[in-house]
């Protein structure tokens, strides 16, 4: 799948109204799930060997990684804006987004 497929409209948004040095707060969803493995421990090990080699390829963009969650299997991350499609184009990368708030039903 093309980089640019995987980055969602409102993050494209972002992008082109940013300079190409800010960096975006953005959602990195990753390939696979908490579903695919047996235990909760397979769970986490499953996720860290997608997610690790993503947040290398973030941090090389002189971005940083925020946080994980191996439940969801999404990354918090902040990234230069003109290093966004790089990161969407990174193998075991699903989609990049903006943060999106919770509400409640």
Sequence with gaps: MEPSAKITPD???EVDAAASASLLD???ELAG???EASDMAAAKAAFARVADPVAEVISATGGHVLGGAWINHTLRARVP???VSEVAGADGVSAVDVPHALEAD
Aim: net charge neutral.
């Design 11 to 13: 993050l494209a948004a």
């Design 81 to 83: 804006a003109h290093a």
């Design 26 to 28: 953005v959602v990195v």
């Design 33 to 35: 799930g908490a579903g």
